[in-house]
């Protein structure tokens, strides 16, 4: 009965390519988000979403595109692929009211060669 | 966001009381103080928030000072699974969507047998 689940656990791919993250919750919450953990582990927020609706988009380049089908779902897409892009990416969601309360997956960790 | 100060890293034996700090002397009247922790190699995990009353749930207690420019995090009986790195966020409860929790570098607590 995971909460907030990743697929792939992890990707390896080579430069220019284009690979997509896929995230689900079941946990029924509104809200879902991106984090970028880099090699110096610092864990940086880049999009959310509301009921499948924008919400937040940090400075993240335009090669980076999530989707959400539904709110139950963000995934993230990434365009021509770059080394700085290898990192681990985090999923998560909060529910409505107490969005600071947030529930991670286990992470993408994305190596790009 | 107020900013947080809190130790790199601390250690504690096993069965013991694990008392971690964190300063955030900036802090405004309606910031809350959050503490997530990180695994290694997994997604963070929500622990506990407060405002300006102790608060304790079944991981950990929250004490927060009086002046609430400090508050300590206790894990009353660290066991080794309680090794990895803990965060002290402070937040305003946001009323409409669109949290971004900043993560700094945290305090790395150890738990030695």
């Known amino acids: 009965d995971t909460a907030v689940s990743q697929t792939p656990k992890y990707l390896v791919t080579q430069m220019g390519n284009d690979k997509s993250i896929k995230c689900e919750q079941n946990l029924g919450h509104d809200t879902m988000y991106w984090y970028k953990q880099d090699s110096k582990k610092f864990l940086k927020i880049m999009f959310s979403?509301?009921?499948?609706?924008?919400?937040i988009n940090e400075t993240v380049p335009n090669r980076f595109s999530p989707k959400s089908p539904d709110k139950a779902h963000l995934n993230l897409h990434i365009n021509s692929l770059e080394l700085g892009d290898s990192a681990v990416y985090f999923c998560?969601?909060?529910?409505?009211?107490?969005?600071?309360?947030?529930?991670f997956g286990p992470g993408t960790r994305l190596t790009v060669l | 966001d107020a900013k947080t100060t809190q130790p790199p890293s601390m250690d504690c034996a096993e069965g013991r009381a694990a008392n971690l700090p964190c300063n955030h002397s900036?802090?405004?009247?309606?910031?809350?103080v959050y503490w997530y922790r990180q695994i290694h190699s997994q997604g963070p995990q929500y622990i506990i928030h407060g405002l300006k009353n102790n608060e304790t749930n079944e991981m950990a207690s929250l004490i927060i000072t009086e002046d609430r420019k400090s508050s300590t995090l206790i894990l009353p009986h660290a066991t080794l699974r309680d090794t990895a790195v803990y965060y002290c966020?402070?937040?305003?409860?946001?009323?409409?969507?669109?949290?971004?929790?900043?993560f700094g570098e945290g305090t790395q607590l150890t738990v030695n047998p």
């Open positions: 966020i402070v937040r305003v409860v946001l009323e409409t969507s669109g949290s971004r929790l900043t």
């Open positions: 979403y509301n009921n499948k609706e924008l919400i």
């Open positions: 900036t802090i405004s009247g309606n910031e809350y």
């Open positions: 998560a969601s909060s529910p409505t009211n107490s969005y600071n309360e947030q529930f």
